[in-house]
């Protein structure tokens, strides 16, 4: 059964750090780019960072550049994102998301979808 299991969200003050991730089970990643993505409430669901599989190249959204890191670990089938200097504005429920090869900003360019985990970041 495939399946993307994130984990790693919760409660943190502003200017404090998480790391999310990735668990990819029945299906190696290896020819997988992996996406994530936010959802806050009443909004749409944005891209926010992708690692590709063939060259690991990275892309991030403007809105966490220099505070997001995206990172792969193909023995562990398992990708991170490093999240630090969160903001308010970052609380959402975040998602990993697979498609072959390359990275697309496009939501439904994804195969593969995990359930959610929420980030709250709040004083």
């Known amino acids: 059964q495939v399946q993307l299991v994130e984990s790693g969200g919760g409660l943190v003050q502003p200017g404090g750090s998480l790391r999310l991730s990735c668990a990819a089970s029945?299906?190696?990643?290896?020819?997988?780019?992996i996406g994530w993505f936010r959802q806050a409430p009443a909004k749409e669901r944005e891209g926010v960072s992708c690692i590709s599989s063939s060259d690991g190249s990275t892309y991030y959204a403007d809105s966490v550049k220099g505070r997001f890191t995206i990172s792969r670990d193909n023995t562990k089938n398992t990708v991170y994102l490093q999240m630090n200097s969160l903001k308010p504005e970052d609380t959402a429920v975040y998602y990993c998301?697979?498609?072959?090869?390359?990275?697309?900003?496009?939501?439904?360019?994804?195969?593969?979808w995990g359930q959610g985990t929420q980030v709250t970041v709040s004083s």
């Open positions: 029945g299906f190696t990643l290896d020819y997988y780019a």
């Open positions: 998301a697979a498609r072959r090869y390359s990275c697309s900003g496009y939501v439904p360019a994804y195969d593969y």
